[in-house]
């Protein structure tokens, strides 16, 4: 592949012989958004609404919540915009979602389970969403972070088209998920995997935690194969599955990642640019041969070195 460093962008993601992969922005605020589509991202693959109320200390209103989801929806009329669920708990906890004191805050009450015992939260931030959908014209998605069972995603995806939703989708970060994707694609629409949360989870290592950081490496040969299942599960089912943890800034990982199967990729705007490049100057046969190289090895040393080698 030439370098990509010398390559322009065209703004569509792509392979160099045309293999659509989305190239998405992570947003928290409107000017994350506003950043994003400054930086050419094609829509919004990860907007985490609970950045909206880390500082709340009660529920805002539905009507709150429309307007806030509609300022950072507004820059991607027309484009495609996966708004995820409030993921309260461990690394970021609401004040008014706060569950009782618990041993493992990370194993415990969050994301997603939070709404199994108060759903009526869950639907008014869907009430929220679909009006904040009609209010900028967006191409509006939901999904929940946290998901562990394919009963979990299909009780979601429900709740999701009660509320008159057209599209939902689950995160992918628990290893249990990634292994049933094929089936929980059944359920939904998408699915979009959280590589931050899925390493901690495959790793047993605290996400937060300097000591056990190199555990949570995303070339890590075990968080790869649990990828390539997601990939495999996206080709058998034709439905989309992307990537938003930090894994998908990697201009290089990218490659592996296109190469496994998923379908888009979403990142924090400073990294666009690198990514949708990267993609544009390698072709599918190159970023699956890169990826078998990467699965090969037996270490994120090894990994990245086999990566880069051809
Ligand atoms: C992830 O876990 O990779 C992810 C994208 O979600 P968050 O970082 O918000 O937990
Ligand atoms: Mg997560």
Not at 120 to 148: T, Y
């Amino acid at each position: 592949a030439a370098k990509t460093g010398a390559i322009e962008w065209d703004g569509t993601g792509a392979t160099a012989d045309g293999h659509r992969v989305k190239v998405l922005g992570n947003v928290g605020s409107a000017t994350d958004a506003q950043a994003a589509a400054e930086a050419g991202a094609e829509g919004v693959g990860l907007f985490r609404t609970e950045f909206c109320y880390l500082d709340a200390s009660s529920e805002p209103s539905v009507e709150e919540q429309r307007k806030a989801y509609t300022a950072v929806l507004t820059p991607f009329r027309g484009k495609p915009v996966i708004v995820r669920t409030l993921d309260a708990g461990a690394d970021k906890p609401l004040a008014f979602l706060e569950p009782d004191d618990e041993p493992n805050p990370a194993l415990g009450v969050r994301g997603l389970r939070v709404a199994f015992d108060r759903p009526e939260i869950l639907d008014r931030q869907l009430e929220a969403i679909a009006g904040a959908a009609q209010d900028s014209g967006a191409e509006v998605s939901v999904m929940a972070p946290m998901v562990a069972t394919v009963a979990e995603a299909a009780w979601f995806a429900e709740r999701v088209r009660a509320a008159g939703i057209a599209r939902a989708g689950v995160m992918i970060e628990i290893p249990a998920a990634a292994l049933t994707a094929r089936e929980i694609l059944d359920v939904v629409d998408f699915v979009s995997v959280g590589t931050n949360d899925l390493a901690q989870y495959t790793f047993a290592a605290d996400r937060q935690l300097g000591a056990v950081a190199k555990l949570n490496d995303p070339w890590q040969p075990g968080l790869l194969r649990l990828l390539k299942v997601i990939g495999q599960a996206a080709k058998d089912t034709g439905k989309p599955a992307g990537v938003c943890g930090e894994a998908a800034a990697d201009p290089r990982l990218a490659l592996v990642l296109a190469g496994l199967g998923l379908t888009s990729l979403s990142m924090n705007a400073p990294a666009v640019r690198a990514v949708g490049a990267s993609l544009a100057a390698t072709t599918l046969a190159e970023c699956e041969s890169l990826a078998e190289a990467a699965l090969a090895t037996s270490d994120p040393v090894e990994a990245r070195a086999a990566a880069a080698k051809r």
